[in-house]
């Protein structure tokens, strides 16, 4: 800014009516020495010292990811009743909408007719009934009997298919893992049962989480499939209810094991904890726009009067520039404290 | 002193001074417009108002140092790659510093938040200051985000797939999927840092620029009737401001 | 069904002095539910915060311009 502009800056800034929340008169005052160089590394050196004491004494938790083998393994009935769903369509993946796939009706609302999610579309598209279980079992090899039951599936009519799903859905619900092999009361299940039974043991042998992560490519850095899997079923679920990570258990401020976790997320966790959003299905969308709303609030807290006062009613900052006002009253000082005769 | 055509004196370096000819280069304008803003002793200064006498004018300072920390250790961890901490005693070492570096500089970020807030220190063309600093802090928010999505555990697995309900729900989850671990890696160690150190630069450049904001006037009933300009830090530049800005 | 806990799922937390592995404790005050750990440090932040304020600053020297 050139002196030429200066002045006609300052002056109409200093047409403005003084207004206490939102201008600073000029200081004139005295100023004290001040080595900022030493004050930045002196902080180094202490946030350096605490930061080293905490990790020798705390360490970081790291608890082992779970995978479609250590689901199948420690409840491969869970993995069935999962699975089966995938089959049929029924699981929360098939049902979500964008941006896995197109099932309409399902997609969150801010209000009214307002979703952004359905107004970006199927980016990342899942057919949990192919992703998740035809493909996978057409990669065995030296299974016979498991590629005649796809066979006979995938040739089947919708109705059909639909008659062998819904029965094993209500069979599976009362099944059991014995000597290795899922056992269901009997009923009339057709090729599913075999393809569910080898989809459990090819989930336990680690070959599924292998078959889901390389589906597109050798190097997988994308792990959607198979973590949507899992999260269908109860096991990883249940190991974070264990942990106080449900969404319900202000999960989103936490951490496994005694850690802290995030305190910052308080208030975005807070309105999943009240009536309504405890109950709305279209919670996440309703809480984010009032989440941003607030956001929008804290970052504009100088432009709004009534808000930006708070500070002087409030009077903490008597206690900050204590000694400032000190040695106002004393008449030592002659900044910006004192009436404006006595500037110097 | 810096008018448009005044040719500054050389500099210590014994480089050739601006010709005349030269002053409407971009390179020289850019110059003279960050040495205007930014004079040595205002970006390092050696003085400070008197009224800069409390401990919770040291939690800015504290943040920024914990911000160095995570980086640093950041940068340790990105040698080794990202699965080195679950394979090594040294690598969870690190990863642990990594951690209490980044709860400390919220925890900072946050006492700093509460101080300037009760001290209104957007007042005197400050609120750019202040909306810096706030938008500083939700990048952060959203880099520590993307930090334990890329963790490679349980935790991450978590999260990810619970927070990808709200994200999808605003439609972004179509570009931004919080399951791709590669994308919500190189959004953590590369764009997001990114985005936040110029944040953070551009807060600290505003806070030298304008200087700590002064306190209330110390008679509620005395205040002055006409708002004036931000006090300057005392220095050759900002004295010749000053008499400028003195003609009321 | 067994149902695997934090501790049980091979949690690595060692060379740590303090475990802080084991299940967290929580505290519960109507609907809010809070772990020890942020609790506590909600409790340091807001102690720090008025030690900051209170705390007598020393008053620097030097001469005034």
Do not use: C
């Not at chain 2, 401990?55 to 990202?82: M, N, Q, R």
């Not at chain 2, 006037?217 to 220095?235: D, H, N, R």
Request: hydrophobic fraction near 45%; charged fraction near 10%.
């Amino acid at each position: 800014m050139s002196a030429a502009t200066q002045p006609t800056e300052a002056a109409r800034h200093r047409r403005r009516r003084f207004k206490v929340d939102r201008d600073a008169e000029e200081w004139h005052g005295p100023y004290v020495r001040y080595d900022i160089v030493k004050e930045f590394t002196l902080a180094l050196i202490v946030v350096l010292l605490i930061t080293v004491v905490a990790s020798i004494l705390f360490s970081s938790p790291d608890v082992r990811p779970v995978t479609l083998r250590s689901w199948a393994t420690a409840n491969p009935v869970d993995f069935a009743q999962t699975a089966i769903t995938e089959l049929d369509g029924t699981s929360a993946t098939a049902g979500y909408g964008p941006p896995y796939n197109s099932t309409p009706g399902v997609s969150q609302h801010i209000i009214g007719p307002i979703s952004l999610e359905s107004a970006f579309g199927v980016h990342h598209p899942i057919n949990t009934m192919k992703d998740y279980v035809i493909d996978p079992l057409e990669t065995l090899p030296n299974a016979p009997a498991v590629h005649a039951a796809l066979t006979s599936y995938t040739s089947a009519s919708p109705s059909l298919q639909q008659k062998w799903t819904g029965a094993y859905e209500k069979g599976v619900a009362k099944a059991s893992f014995t000597n290795g092999s899922l056992t269901l009361p009997p009923g009339n299940y057709g090729p599913v049962a075999p393809m569910i039974s080898s989809l459990t043991s090819m989930a336990r042998s680690g070959a599924l989480d292998g078959a889901l992560v390389s589906s597109s490519q050798f190097y997988g850095t994308d792990y959607t499939k198979p973590l949507l899997f899992i999260a269908n079923g109860t096991y990883m679920a249940n190991l974070a209810a264990a942990e106080h990570l449900q969404g319900g258990q202000w999960g989103m401020m936490n951490e496994t094991g005694s850690y802290p976790g995030q305190a910052w997320l308080w208030l975005y966790t807070m309105w999943y904890q009240i009536s309504p959003f405890t109950t709305s299905s279209n919670a996440d969308a309703q809480v984010w726009a009032i989440m941003m709303i607030l956001t929008l609030a804290l970052a504009l807290v100088p432009f709004i009067p009534g808000v930006r006062s708070i500070p002087r009613r409030v009077g903490l900052y008597r206690l900050i520039w204590r000694q400032h006002y000190r040695s106002v009253e004393a008449g030592a000082g002659t900044g910006s404290g004192g009436p404006p005769a006595a500037a110097s | 002193m810096s008018a448009d055509t005044a040719v500054p004196a050389a500099p210590a370096t014994g480089a050739p001074a601006l010709l005349p000819e030269d002053a409407d280069q971009w390179t020289a304008r850019v110059r003279r417009r960050a040495v205007g803003a930014f004079p040595p002793e205002r970006l390092l200064p050696d003085r400070q108002p008197a009224y800069v006498a409390s401990w919770i004018y040291v939690f800015g300072v504290l943040t920024l140092t914990s911000l160095v920390v995570v980086l640093l250790s950041g940068a340790v961890l990105a040698l080794e790659g990202p699965s080195w901490w679950h394979q090594s005693s040294v690598g969870l070492f690190v990863n642990s510093t990594h951690l209490w570096s980044v709860e400390l500089f919220f925890f900072f970020m946050v006492v700093h938040l509460w101080g300037k807030f009760f001290m209104a220190a957007w007042r005197g063309r400050r609120r750019a200051t202040w909306v810096t600093g706030v938008v500083a802090f939700l990048v952060s928010i959203g880099t520590a985000f993307t930090g334990y999505l890329s963790q490679q555990n349980f935790d991450s697995q978590w999260i990810g797939t619970q927070a990808k309900d709200g994200i999808n729900a605003t439609g972004a989850g179509a570009f931004f999927n919080v399951l791709n671990f590669g994308q919500m890696l190189m959004w953590h160690i590369l764009l997001l840092p990114l985005v936040l150190g110029l944040f953070v630069v551009v807060h600290v450049l505003l806070v030298r620029k304008r200087g700590v904001v002064p306190p209330f006037p110390a008679k509620p009933a005395v205040v002055p009737a006409l708002a004036t300009e931000v006090a300057p830090v005392p220095s050759a530049a900002a004295a010749a401001d000053e008499e400028i800005g003195e003609q009321r | 069904m067994p149902i695997l806990s934090a501790d049980q799922a091979a949690s690595r937390v060692f060379g740590a002095v303090v475990n802080l592995g084991k299940p967290g404790t929580y505290l519960h005050w109507g609907f809010i539910q809070l772990s020890l750990a942020n609790f506590v440090l909600i409790v340091v932040m807001i102690a720090v915060f008025l030690a900051a304020i209170l705390l007598p600053f020393p008053h620097r020297g030097g001469p005034r311009s």
